[in-house]
């Protein structure tokens, strides 16, 4: 019952800020009750999610391996499916971009056959469309996140749908689109802390950090004081988390361009005096920072990669009805 219980609250654990105590209460269930059972099957691919976000890369694929043989020895399809994408997690985060690749293919044609379709299978298409951008093809990774986008907007999903905010963001600036970036990843903020996401928020921070540094759209010059308040909350919000970044060079490229860029700008002193004033922001604080909208992007005009108005932004955010 305790693996069950802690397994179905996934996404409280993963989603609203509660990383370490699901990684408590499932790390207990799972030495109290080792025997093959279906609970046992969904508790190991969940603690495996944790531990990824966690940046405890090891643990992870130990528990991922577990439930994907017991998976295969008993015939339990959805938990192999399960396995395996968050397989393809532990490789994004290890910077093995082709295996990630071919995990997250694996993983969609296994819910595909299943008829699952919620939102860690849209998680799994955004991931998938990271990966392809992480590994330059910027075409197929945008295609997959518009895939993302659409299935969101059509099914009215703001969770997943914030993280493809920040894929396209990411996108975005990759292409010099610097005010749909700005906008795209304010509205990853706004929707991640609505729902205490705090991997997510941390994520668009890191991105806006960046955008700080770029000339807005008048011309006037990048805020690199700012760039690095920003990055000094995001210092703090890491250690709530895990691992900064996942310990990933692909996620990290980001907050490394950030970092360059304010030492190349500013005095060490001018910099270590705005990054410790970014660390003495509370949640609610950074978060209004971050939505300040002086280069001209409203937090609630996301647009998708096609224009339209992203209906996430229109909605207050709800719990949907999840795995």
């Known amino acids: 019952m305790a693996l069950f219980l802690a397994g179905t609250l996934w996404y409280f654990w993963v989603g609203c800020g509660h990383l370490g105590e699901g990684r408590v209460w499932l790390d207990r269930a799972l030495e109290l009750a080792p025997e093959p059972t279906e609970a046992r099957a969904k508790a190991l691919w969940v603690t495996g999610y944790l531990s990824i976000l966690q940046g405890d890369r090891l643990h992870a694929l130990r528990l991922l391996e577990e439930c994907r043989r017991q998976a295969l020895d008993t015939g339990d399809d959805r938990a192999l499916a399960y396995a395996v994408h968050r397989q393809g997690c532990a490789a994004l985060i290890a910077d093995d971009l082709d295996r990630a690749v071919a995990l997250f293919d694996e993983a969609l044609w296994h819910y595909d056959q299943l008829g699952e379709l919620n939102s860690n299978v849209l998680m799994g298409m955004f991931e998938l469309g990271l990966a392809?951008?992480?590994?330059?093809?910027?075409?197929?990774?945008?295609?997959?996140?518009?895939?993302?986008?659409?299935e969101c907007e059509r099914f009215g999903e703001r969770w997943a749908y914030a993280y493809g905010l920040f894929a396209s963001a990411y996108a975005a600036w990759a292409v010099n689109d610097l005010g749909q970036a700005r906008v795209r990843a304010r509205e990853c903020v706004r929707l991640n802390h609505a729902f205490?996401?705090?991997?997510?928020?941390?994520?668009?921070?890191?991105?806006?950090?960046?955008?700080?540094?770029?000339?807005?759209?008048?011309?006037?010059?990048?805020?690199?004081?700012?760039?690095?308040?920003?990055?000094?909350?995001?210092?703090?919000?890491?250690?709530?988390?895990?691992?900064p970044l996942f310990g990933s060079?692909?996620?990290?490229?980001?907050?490394?361009?950030?970092?360059?860029?304010?030492?190349?700008?500013?005095?060490?002193?001018?910099?270590?005096?705005?990054?410790?004033?970014?660390?003495?922001?509370?949640?609610?604080?950074?978060?209004?920072?971050?939505?300040?909208?002086?280069?001209?992007?409203?937090?609630?005009?996301?647009?998708?990669?096609?224009?339209?108005?992203?209906?996430?932004?229109?909605?207050?955010?709800?719990?949907?009805?999840?795995?």
């Open 196 to 243: 205490r996401d705090l991997v997510g928020l941390v994520l668009g921070v890191e991105l806006l950090a960046l955008l700080a540094t770029e000339p807005e759209q008048d011309g006037t010059p990048g805020d690199l004081r700012e760039a690095a308040t920003l990055q000094g909350a995001a210092h703090t919000l890491w250690r709530s988390v895990g691992e």
């Open 249 to 323: 060079d692909s996620f990290n490229a980001a907050h490394e361009a950030c970092a360059r860029r304010v030492r190349a700008g500013l005095s060490k002193a001018e910099a270590a005096e705005a990054f410790r004033r970014g660390t003495t922001l509370d949640l609610d604080e950074l978060v209004a920072r971050a939505l300040d909208r002086r280069s001209g992007g409203q937090a609630g005009e996301a647009q998708r990669p096609h224009g339209r108005t992203a209906v996430g932004a229109l909605r207050e955010p709800l719990a949907g009805q999840r795995e």
């Open 132 to 150: 392809h951008t992480f590994r330059g093809d910027a075409a197929t990774g945008a295609a997959w996140i518009g895939k993302v986008l659409d």
